[in-house]
């Protein structure tokens, strides 16, 4: 299965823009790139997915490089309450049992600066 | 519109006692999913239901956890003869079908603690 790696933690201050990079080197060309995020003390939240082509939305960008191998999600402009463990995730375009059996790893911790 | 509700929010409960937590997934969505976060732990994958399919169980622990899910809205997930390790953040998700660019919508989840 595919798996994907990130930073432990990270700190941004508050109205900068942050870069959360998540490598996945053994992803398959039929796998899809997810984001989410966790709030504290709550569930976690979607924020955007992609293919191939980069993508934006309200929310975030995501940048994917163009082997695929590691993608990153931009915070245009982090404010306190974007401080919240991020998820990257892939997810299986043909097996869908696969997605299903996918133990989400411990994601990046970002903290905000005011 | 509402989104996925759990309830109850915490529940703490005596080692060896059965525990029923309950999902209300949004409406109209077909795929319903059931987590467990322990402390300070990535997600784990429990049990998934989608439309009229048999449920995909494979997630499931122990056979002390079963899930149901009524007329393809309501889930129900019961933990038989609760132990401590079994004490997480239990997290339930809805999303229109099962597929792969389908966002999943988690609710709250539900704080068990096993004494």
Same mark, same amino acid.
């Given at each position: 299965d595919a798996k994907t790696t990130q930073p432990n933690s990270m700190e941004s201050n508050e109205e900068e823009p942050v870069h959360l990079p998540c490598n996945h080197?053994?992803?398959?060309?039929?796998d899809y790139i997810h984001w989410y995020r966790q709030l504290p003390s709550q569930g976690p939240e979607y924020v955007i997915h992609g293919l191939t082509s980069n993508v934006n939305n309200r929310m975030a960008s995501l940048a994917i490089a163009e082997d695929r191998k590691s993608s990153t999600l931009i915070l245009h402009r982090a404010t306190l309450r974007d401080a919240a463990v991020y998820y990257c995730i892939l997810r299986d375009a043909i097996n869908a049992g696969n997605n299903r059996k996918l133990i989400w790893g411990l994601g990046t911790s970002l903290a905000v600066n005011p | 519109g509402a989104g996925v509700s759990q309830s109850p929010s915490n529940k703490v409960t005596e080692k060896g006692k059965d525990v029923e937590l309950r999902c209300d997934p949004i409406s109209g969505h077909t795929a319903l999913y059931w987590y467990r976060q322990s402390l300070g732990q990535g997600l784990e994958f429990l049990i998934y239901f989608q439309g009229?399919?048999?449920?995909?169980?494979? +997630?499931?622990?122990?056979?002390r956890f079963s899930a149901e899910r009524t007329g393809g809205s309501v889930s129900t997930l019961t933990i038989q003869?609760?132990?401590?390790?079994?004490?997480a953040v239990y997290l339930c998700a809805s999303s229109?079908? +099962? +597929?792969?660019t389908y966002e999943q919508y988690f609710g709250p989840g539900t704080r068990l603690t096993v004494t």
């Amino acid at each position: 299965d595919a798996k994907t790696t990130q930073p432990n933690s990270m700190e941004s201050n508050e109205e900068e823009p942050v870069h959360l990079p998540c490598n996945h080197s053994t992803i398959s060309g039929t796998d899809y790139i997810h984001w989410y995020r966790q709030l504290p003390s709550q569930g976690p939240e979607y924020v955007i997915h992609g293919l191939t082509s980069n993508v934006n939305n309200r929310m975030a960008s995501l940048a994917i490089a163009e082997d695929r191998k590691s993608s990153t999600l931009i915070l245009h402009r982090a404010t306190l309450r974007d401080a919240a463990v991020y998820y990257c995730i892939l997810r299986d375009a043909i097996n869908a049992g696969n997605n299903r059996k996918l133990i989400w790893g411990l994601g990046t911790s970002l903290a905000v600066n005011p | 519109g509402a989104g996925v509700s759990q309830s109850p929010s915490n529940k703490v409960t005596e080692k060896g006692k059965d525990v029923e937590l309950r999902c209300d997934p949004i409406s109209g969505h077909t795929a319903l999913y059931w987590y467990r976060q322990s402390l300070g732990q990535g997600l784990e994958f429990l049990i998934y239901f989608q439309g009229n399919s048999a449920p995909d169980k494979s +997630g499931l622990p122990s056979d002390r956890f079963s899930a149901e899910r009524t007329g393809g809205s309501v889930s129900t997930l019961t933990i038989q003869r609760t132990q401590q390790e079994d004490s997480a953040v239990y997290l339930c998700a809805s999303s229109w079908t +099962g +597929g792969p660019t389908y966002e999943q919508y988690f609710g709250p989840g539900t704080r068990l603690t096993v004494t």
